[in-house]
């Protein structure tokens, strides 16, 4: 009996919770997003020719960093809009097609684990874009993206990544308001599936068949709200999070955003959200604890960070290995085309006439041969300086790469779409100590709004006519048409030829849409004429043959009453500008 009764407690005892704890095991993941890269790669502005703080080149640093602590754990993904936003990437684009693109090439170098399509990665077309799919290494995302042909996803609608006996599924979608922005010929053949639906068809197909552990969307749509249609919403990010359960993390980008939030789902279970915003600044990270006993997952623990990655010291090995690509962009950019006679900035044109924006108007004109021409300041805050105008000064000066249309429009059409346009920017003035402009505190740290309520890529000034945008007037009023710049009455029932962007005129921002009244099936009936290339080539090649310019203003619209306009334009400008 004693016999029995002490082997009996050797067998308690070897069945101590030291045993047990034996066979489980803690998994650490580090993931890591960089989403709205926009051609930072290096740590050069080459726009405006200086430093740059926002670069992969630092990211690479604190990567590799996090490398040496976690190894194979980290995992590193992007989240699109790679292939535009500095010349870098203009060059290897259009320029140099022969060459690897390079932002191939920096996914490769920095092993991402995963990417996805942004609307701007569409936007080069599927010449380049379809190269760039060629030559990137890791998996390329995008499971709403559909092969109208095959009614398959046009490229892989997830990963499976394995860790440590962890299996991770990244879903991979972009925003589907590509058609709202973009002409056909850019994305034919493909479809944009509501990123909803598309959630849940994957997320159903994952439990099923790979029955992952973690599962990550990784989004180019923002956190919610944007251009909502029958058929779709812009930026659904956070609507999937909440809407569809399966999902662990959410990464996503597109709106500019820094967001870090943890949201429950419909099932009542945590979803880490983040958005890293834009140019390489910021870097989302989830750590993921998540605790296995014998092969199986009983505990998941997610913590969201955003790192601001500016005080990294660059990746001096990325820049040498980089440093044939980054000696090719700078002969491209440091070419001279022309000088101009005066200094001109984006900053004007929200107060009235301004010659940055003139310029480009009556470029357009110029260009096309049309009666008005509709533009909005493109950068915030840019300039192009008195003195010597060289190739770089052209991304300042037009910063996407949208085609040049020109579109039949009504008179009525054209008063409608600048009484959106000034609805959107400018305040309904009751007193004089009012604000002119549409202004938030809200928006300040937004890198999109930068203070503005609305976005101010979509504040259309008009050249070939004369007119007057009264504040005081409600929505829908503001705006009266005087004449035609050339003396010649203007006549709301009679059509006329409108030079706009792409963007415009594909439906971007609404104005022609929503504000004009035209549906937007009826768009592509009302261009009749669209460049064969994008429209900084084609004021880059007006510049250079006019070779001395001497941009002013029109001075063909103001607001008014003067008497208030004046000095809130001055209070304004103090707020957006510090001056």
Partial sequence: ????????????LAF?????????????????ETSDVHGSFFPYDFINRKPKRGTLARVSTYVKRLREEYGDNVILVDNGDILQGQPTCYYFNYVDTESTNVAADVINYMKYDAETFGNHDVETGHACYDKWIREVKCPMLGANIINTATREPYVAPYTIL???GVKIAIIGMLTPAIPNWLTENLWSGLHFEDMVVSARKWITHLQNTEKPDIVIGLFHSGKEGGITTDEYEEDASLRVAKEVPGFDIVLFGHDHTRHNSVVINTEGKPVTCLDPANNAITVA???????????????????????????????EAFMEHFKPQIDKVNNYVNRQIGVFKNSIYTRDSYFGNSAFNDFILNLQLQITGADVSFNAPLSFDA?????????????????FENQL?????????????LEMSYDLWVNTMTSPDDHLLLLSESTVGDQQRLGFKNLSFNFDSAAGIDYEVDVTKPDGQKVRILQMSNGEPFDEAKWYKVAVNSYRGNGGGELLTQGAGIPHEELENRIIWRSDRDQRYYLMKEIERMGTVDPQPNHNWRFVPEEWVKPAAERDRKILFKQ
């Fill in 1 to 12: 009996m004693k016999k029995v009764i002490s082997l009996c407690l050797l067998a308690l």
């Fill in 285 to 315: 990270e989830a750590e993921v604890e998540v605790t296995l006993r014998k092969g199986k997952v009983i505990a998941k623990n997610i913590k969201g960070n955003l790192a601001d990655v500016v005080d990294e010291p660059v990746d």
């Fill in 162 to 164: 394995n860790r440590q």
């Fill in 16 to 32: 101590t919770p030291a045993t047990a704890k034996k066979k489980m095991q803690t998994v650490k993941l580090h993931i890591v």
């Fill in 383 to 399: 300039a192009i300086n008195e003195g010597p105008v060289y190739v770089s000064d052209m991304f300042n000066l037009y910063k």
């Fill in 405 to 417: 249309y020109v579109m039949r429009l009504t008179g009525e059409e054209i008063r409608k779409h």
